[in-house]
């Protein structure tokens, strides 16, 4: 059941009982892996998203400090993915009915005495309702750490191993995440069916852009029939080795880093 997760670091193996007895549950950092099921072309299966927030933070938990209180709830595995689903398989759920699961995760951790909360996320699609659940717990519990952390935002080697072109338009299924998944599920890759497609028709010569500063709002199938945003066909699986190295590298300083962590007292009100 815990996938790529330790088992000693695998939250729902706990008992109450351990849970209760925890000498210091205000700085047990708490991940909660979050993905998608969602197409990702016709080479990778729809797990892609939520195999490797699991396996980044097992790997993660893995390398840590054994004396790091640390633990891995159970990887959410459904997200916002409606860019997607004009794509047979893709799973989504509303922003609305993200926004209240996690938020009900995040009381269940508070009311349980954890005071940091991590959510580990690896879909492209939903960092903004992260950071809207994440503002919003602790707004309501002001002792509440929560932090809403996308999986490739820590430091890493992409630039050393992969293409300029597929660094910035190379968002979903291409070198980049095929090369990750060659190294943590091989067997589940269709490696005959590789292809290789950039977004078609973006805006030339603007401050406009597909993803950055000035977006512009799209669904998949607006930039790419097969569904794919890169170049599958490069991928290897000693490039996604060396970068899910470092990238893991980069989450076992964060979870460190998450545990030292206070929360920036300025100034407290005397009412809320």
Not at 8 to 13: G, K, L, Q, T, V
Not at 124 to 152: K, N, S, T, Y
Not at 205 to 213: Q, R
Request: glycine share 6%; with cysteine.
């Amino acid at each position: 059941m815990h996938n790529f997760i330790p088992p000693h670091r695998f939250f729902p193996y706990l008992t109450w009982t351990e849970i209760a007895e925890m000498p210091d549950p205000e700085n047990t950092v708490i991940i909660q892996p979050i993905g998608a099921i969602e197409q990702h072309g016709p080479h990778l299966p729809l797990i892609v998203d939520a195999a490797i927030a699991t396996a980044v933070t097992g790997l993660a938990l893995e390398k840590l400090d054994r004396t790091i209180p640390a633990y891995a709830l159970s990887t959410l595995y459904y997200g916002k993915s409606n860019e997607h689903w004009h794509f047979p398989g893709t799973i989504t759920l509303t922003s609305e009915t993200l926004i209240s699961v996690l938020m009900e995760v995040g009381e269940s951790i508070y009311r349980a005495g954890f005071r940091k909360l991590v959510f580990l996320n690896a879909h492209g699609g939903q960092p903004q309702i992260l950071d809207m659940v994440a503002r919003d717990l602790h707004q309501q519990h002001e002792d509440f750490m929560v932090f809403p952390l996308f999986v490739w935002r820590v430091p890493h080697i992409a630039k050393e191993l992969f293409s300029p072109e597929e660094l910035e338009l190379g968002i979903h299924a291409g070198d980049i995440e095929t090369s990750v998944m060659l190294s943590i599920l091989p067997d589940v890759v269709r490696r005959d069916k590789a292809v290789r497609e950039f977004p078609h028709g973006l805006p030339s010569d603007s401050l406009l852009s597909m993803e950055g500063k000035l977006p512009f709002a799209w669904v998949t199938r607006d930039l790419s029939a097969s569904g794919v945003l890169g170049d599958a066909t490069a991928a290897t699986e000693e490039k996604g080795s060396r970068l899910l190295e470092s990238v893991v590298d980069s989450w076992v300083k964060a979870i460190a880093d998450i545990y030292k962590f206070q929360q920036p007292q300025c100034f407290r009100s005397v009412s809320k």
